[in-house]
C-alpha cells in the first residue's frame, strides 16, 4: 500500500496539544514547591585503586552465579540499550539490543514447552555506539494497516533506522541530528516517532508511514538527555544538561512552557511520566542529588525530592563553586503504575539507594533500600501489577525490592560488570520477565512468578 502523503489519511493517530501559544518560563524561584529533607546520612565512599577494582572484578566473575534464563551474548563490546515486548498471545519475548560495537540485533525468545532464541543481526552498519531503541508493538491496534509495526534504533553517528520488529528487515533510514539520545513513540498507534539529540539539543519527531519529519523543536541550550510524549500524546517532554525540563505543542512546535530545575548549573539526567492521563506528573531526576514532580497543566513545582545528602559547603575545595559531585546524581525515576492505585514514586542514584517516596505524605520518603557501598544505582522499573520494584546497579546485580516496607525480596545474578539497560515485562499470574543490558557484553533475559516474587516478604 502506498502510504498517503497526509498524515491524517493513514489511519494513524496525530499528536494533538492543549495550551499556550507562547511559552512560559517557570523559574526555581518562583514556583510553589514542598522540599523535602531525607534524614539518612551520606554513605562513606570507598577509595580503591585501580588495581584493586580489578582484581575484585576478576575475583567477582569467578563467584558469581549464573541465574539467567537466556544469555545472549551476540555482541563484542557493551550493550547500552534495550528495547522488549513479551507478546502474551504467541508467548514470544521479542527484544532490540544495541551497543558499543556499533551493532544492533534482533532477539526473539519463545517461551513454549522450551525456550528457543533467535538472533537476527540488524543490516545497517553503523559507524558508532548504537545508544537507544524503542518498540512500538505495545501501542499499536488490531489493524496494522493503519497503525504498523516498527522498531526503531538510533546511534550516535546521527542515523535513525526503522526496522520491522518481527522479521528484522529494514524499512527506511530517517536523516535527524547528531548524538541520537533518545527515540519514543507515540502511545496511540505509534506511528510517530521522537528523537533527541546530545549533540545540539534538539528534539525531532516524524510520521514513520510518509518518512517525514513533522517537527523540529528547538530551546535546549546544551544535549537533550530524555524525552517522551505525555500518556495522552497531546504534548512532547523533553529534559536536558541545561537543567530544563520543558513543554512542547506537537502540531505547531510552540515550546509552552519551561521548568529551570538544576541547581549551580546541575543537567537533569532522566525522566519518567505517571501512566494517569489525567495525572499530568511528569517526574525528572538530576545531576545535584534532587528530583523534581511537575504538574505540567499546573505549571508548579509539586515536590522536590532530596535524594542524595547536600554537598557541605566547609568541605567544598577552593574553585570548585559551582561543580556538582557525580556520586550525588539521580540516575533513573519511576511512578508506581496506576494500576496500583498507590501514589508512590522511586528515586535512584549514584549513592547506592533506592528510595521510595510517598506523594500522600508530600512526598515523605517511605523507604530507603542500599545496595551497598560503591554500588549505584543504574536503573529501575516498576513491576506492573504488584508493589515492586527491580533495580540494575553498577555491581552487575539486578535486585528485586518490596516498596511496601523496603527489604529486599532477591537478587539476580549473572552479569559481571554494570548494568546499563532494564527492562520489565509482567507475564500471565502476575510473573514478570526481565531483560537487562551490560557492560559485561551480554543481554540477559530472567524470568520469576508471582510465587518466586513473595517467596520471601
Not at 547528531?178 to 516524524?206: C, Q, R
Not at 543537567?267 to 525528572?284: F, I, K, R
Not at 551490560?438 to 520469576?448: A, G, M
Request: proline residues 4%; aromatic residues 6%; glycine residues 10%.
Amino acid at each position: 500500500m502506498i502510504p498517503s502523503e497526509d498524515p491524517a489519511k493513514d489511519g494513524s493517530e496525530m499528536p494533538t496539544e492543549e495550551g499556550d501559544e507562547n511559552p512560559a518560563f517557570v523559574n526555581m524561584d518562583d514556583v510553589v514547591e514542598v522540599q523535602i529533607q531525607d534524614n539518612d546520612e551520606p554513605m562513606e565512599d570507598v577509595d580503591d585503586n585501580e588495581e584493586e577494582k580489578m582484581n575484585s572484578e576478576e575475583e567477582r566473575a569467578e563467584v558469581v552465579e549464573e541465574m539467567a534464563k537466556v544469555v545472549l551474548d551476540s555482541h563484542n563490546d557493551s550493550v547500552y540499550c534495550i528495547a522488549s515486548h513479551f507478546d502474551r498471545s504467541s508467548n514470544v519475548l521479542y527484544n532490540i539490543s544495541g551497543g558499543g560495537d556499533d551493532k544492533a540485533f534482533l532477539h526473539k525468545v519463545s517461551k513454549t514447552e522450551s525456550t528457543t532464541t533467535e538472533t537476527i543481526p540488524l543490516s545497517y552498519k553503523h559507524t558508532d555506539s548504537v545508544s537507544c531503541a524503542a518498540l512500538n508493538l505495545p501501542f499499536v491496534s488490531a489493524d496494522l494497516n493503519k497503525t504498523p509495526i516498527y522498531a526503531a534504533v538510533g546511534a550516535y553517528d546521527g542515523t535513525i533506522i526503522i526496522y520491522d520488529p518481527i522479521s528484522g528487515t529494514k524499512l527506511k533510514d530517517l536523516e535527524g541530528p547528531n548524538d541520537i539520545e533518545f527515540v519514543s513513540f507515540h502511545p496511540k498507534g505509534g506511528s510517530v516517532l521522537l528523537a533527541g539529540s546530545s549533540d545540539d539539543g534538539t528534539v525531532w519527531m516524524y510520521h514513520l508511514p510518509t518518512s517525514k519529519c513533522m517537527q523540529v523543536f528547538v530551546g535546549h541550550e546544551s544535549g537533550v538527555t530524555a524525552g517522551t510524549f505525555t500518556p495522552d500524546g497531546k504534548s512532547v517532554l523533553s529534559c536536558g544538561s541545561d537543567g530544563t525540563l520543558r513543554v512542547w505543542a506537537p502540531r505547531t512546535g510552540v515550546g509552552k512552557f519551561v521548568f529551570r530545575l538544576g541547581t549551580k548549573g546541575a543537567g537533569l539526567t532522566c525522566m519518567a511520566t505517571n501512566d494517569n492521563p489525567e495525572s499530568h506528573l511528569v517526574l525528572v531526576g538530576a545531576e545535584d542529588g534532587i528530583a523534581h514532580i511537575c504538574h505540567i497543566a499546573s505549571k508548579k513545582v509539586i515536590a522536590s525530592l532530596q535524594h542524595a545528602a547536600e554537598e557541605n559547603s566547609e568541605n567544598q575545595k577552593e574553585g570548585d563553586e559551582g561543580m556538582e559531585n557525580p556520586s550525588r546524581s539521580v540516575e533513573t525515576v519511576g511512578f508506581a503504575p496506576s494500576a496500583l492505585n498507590l501514589n508512590w514514586c522511586a528515586t535512584g542514584g549514584i549513592d547506592g539507594n533506592l528510595k521510595i517516596w510517598d506523594l500522600n505524605s508530600n512526598g515523605a520518603c517511605r523507604h530507603t533500600c542500599r545496595h551497598g557501598s560503591g554500588n549505584g544505582v543504574t536503573n529501575l522499573q516498576w513491576h506492573p501489577v504488584h508493589p515492586i520494584v527491580f533495580t540494575g546497579a553498577t555491581d552487575g546485580t539486578i535486585r528485586i525490592w518490596d516498596a511496601r516496607n523496603g527489604t529486599l525480596i532477591k537478587a539476580l545474578t549473572g552479569h559481571t560488570a554494570l548494568i546499563n539497560d532494564l527492562t520489565v515485562d509482567a507475564t500471565e499470574g502476575g510473573g514478570a520477565i526481565i531483560v537487562s543490558a551490560s557492560d559485561d557484553n551480554s543481554v540477559r533475559v530472567f524470568e520469576i512468578n508471582s510465587e518466586n516474587i513473595f517467596a520471601n516478604p
